[in-house]
């Protein structure tokens, strides 16, 4: 069965410094791979999304992604934390008629 | 285009009730589904649906029932109401493969 795996439920980094969201699947092949961002009391929104175009993936707010194949990870970076960067963040697969989503990263910046 | 939408934002329920869900989008996506989100278990699929006339469990099915009669409407049944399903619930939807569109959820307490 296909699976996700977000390490650290809460990560914490003060303002400007590196965000780092690291996130692990479980597949024999190449799935479809996202993030996604909620904020406090909202649905899910779209950070980014890897679709085998590129393994490095831009997203909205200065976000991405890589895609390693050999080390099963879809980790998410931005170089630089903001404070409207405190959220919920999910990385989550798709296999064709399924999602599956990490138990999720609760970001905290530190002013 | 109004995207995914979920009714009603919040609910309070008793023990034994029952209550259906809606959720609608106008996307035209085939793959709608339900998911129910806890502190510190992510998403939870309920149930999925890859086309009208066409439905399936997912991670946690019981006590919640679904139907899908149209492309755009995906209700979520709750047959008898417990405690136990005082959740977040989201309804999203996606083309098959492609990222997924969530609705603004519906915050639902069991009393």
């Known amino acids: 069965a296909q699976s996700v795996t977000q390490l650290g439920s809460h990560v914490s980094v003060s303002e400007g410094a590196l965000v780092l969201l690291r996130c692990n699947y479980s597949?024999?092949?190449?799935?479809?791979l996202f993030w996604y961002v909620q904020y406090p009391n909202q649905g899910l929104q779209l950070l980014l999304k890897y679709t085998s175009a590129a393994t490095l993936v831009k997203g909205i707010n200065g976000f991405e992604a890589e895609f390693k194949k050999s080390e099963t990870s879809f980790h998410l970076t931005k170089p630089s934390a903001h404070m409207s960067d405190a959220a919920e963040y999910f990385c989550?697969?798709?296999?064709?008629?399924?999602?599956?989503f990490g138990t999720g990263t609760s970001l905290t910046v530190i002013p | 285009n109004a995207g995914v939408t979920q009714t009603p934002k919040f609910q309070v329920l008793k023990t034994g009730q029952s209550m259906t869900l809606q959720c609608a989008q106008d996307m035209n996506h085939e793959y709608m589904s339900w998911y129910r989100q806890d502190p510190g278990m992510g998403l939870r699929l309920i149930h999925y649906s890859v086309g009208a006339g066409i439905t399936d469990q997912g991670e946690v099915p019981n006590g919640y029932n679904v139907s899908r009669s149209t492309t755009e409407d995906f209700p979520l049944r709750l047959l008898s109401a417990a405690p136990s399903q005082t959740s977040v619930y989201f309804c999203?939807?996606?083309?098959?493969?492609?990222?997924?569109?969530f609705g603004q959820g519906t915050r639902l307490t069991v009393v």
């Open positions: 597949s024999s092949v190449p799935p479809y």
């Open positions: 999203a939807s996606s083309y098959l493969g492609a990222e997924a569109f």
């Open positions: 989550a697969v798709n296999t064709g008629n399924q999602f599956y």
